[in-house]
């Protein structure tokens, strides 16, 4: 894919219309003040954004595994359409703190086949994109700190990967220091550069938007059973053990806060997706872009 034709991968693009901002702002801050959710370590995103409630565009269905050997029932999911418009203030995710500096942000997702859209969006108060997770082939994640770094050729690609063939994949993102790691289905793993500044921050004053970007057409459709945030950059290493196991294994009722082995990966930067060594506790089974307006709720 042509990096400089794209869009998603161009300059980030700003809300032109400042009523439109101003609107879905107080909206937010209404939301949030209303909300009196308390911080949690990772962030549920999908329960934040209430996808429970089953919103436009959203429905039940049959998640990674149709079989828990531990359960009588399959893994539950959320099938997403075109009609899904699904945002929420960042300080629903992140009531009383600061987006980590540090982080890993974990996805158990089935994106339809050929889709290429953001799975996540973080926005500034003033309407920047400041992190977002974009999926299909060569996948992209965006991040911009306070003082514009990296720049958009910047962004990290993740060439040689496709998360759009129609089948659930494991992604786990961690971000530290100037690095961001990929790893899918607990096999491939791939380290790039991240070069944003010393002391980066990202606004928790604008709002967050599932499966989308502002000014795209192209959006999300297809399955998605998990989408956590984390401030530990190590969960994303221990992702498939302790937040979304194998079949043979039981769902955790709760993220397991436990020690990540981020040292029995072993890392390949700038391209590379080699098979990865299990850790010996690990149980492994076999495992065009959008234009110019707004979605109509962003109005």
């Known amino acids: 894919m042509d990096f400089q034709s794209s869009p998603c991968r161009r300059k980030r693009k700003c809300w032109t219309r400042a009523t439109s901002l101003l609107s879905v702002l107080s909206l937010a801050i209404a939301l949030h003040q209303s909300s009196g959710a308390g911080a949690a370590d990772p962030v549920d995103v999908l329960r934040a954004l209430d996808f429970h409630t089953l919103p436009v565009g959203v429905k039940k269905t049959t998640g990674f595994c149709p079989k828990r050997k531990s359960t009588s029932t399959p893994d539950v999911a959320y099938r997403i359409s075109k009609k899904a418009q699904i945002s929420a203030p960042t300080k629903q995710l992140f009531p009383s703190s600061r987006f980590p500096e540090d982080f890993s942000i974990m996805a158990l997702v089935k ?21 977002g997770v974009e999926l299909g082939r060569s996948p992209v994640f965006l991040y911009e700190d306070q003082h514009g770094k990296p720049t958009p050729e910047q962004y990290p690609i993740f060439s040689g990967i496709n ?14 220091k100037k690095k961001v790691t990929m790893i899918v289905d607990c096999k491939k793993i791939v380290t790039k550069s991240l070069p944003r500044g010393n002391k980066p921050v990202v606004d928790t004053k604008g709002i967050v938007l599932f499966g989308a970007r502002i000014l795209d057409d192209e959006v999300f459709e297809g399955d998605i059973q998990q989408l956590l945030i984390s401030s530990d ?17 039981p769902v955790p009722e709760r993220a397991q806060n436990q020690e ?11 391209g590379a997706c080699p098979l990865l060594t299990p850790p010996p506790h690990h149980h492994s089974s076999p495992p065009p872009h959008r234009h110019s307006s707004p979605p109509p709720h962003l109005v």
């Open 111 to 131: 994106a339809r086949p050929g889709v290429q859209a953001f799975l996540l969006s973080v926005y500034s108060e003033q309407g920047l994109q400041q992190v």
């Open 260 to 270: 990540p082995s981020a040292t029995e990966y072993v890392s390949v930067h700038e």
């Open 163 to 176: 998360l759009a063939d129609g089948r659930w994949h494991r992604v786990a993102i961690s971000v530290q």
């Open 233 to 249: 950059p190590r969960a994303a290493y221990d992702y498939c053990q302790h937040y979304s196991p194998d079949c043979d294994n």
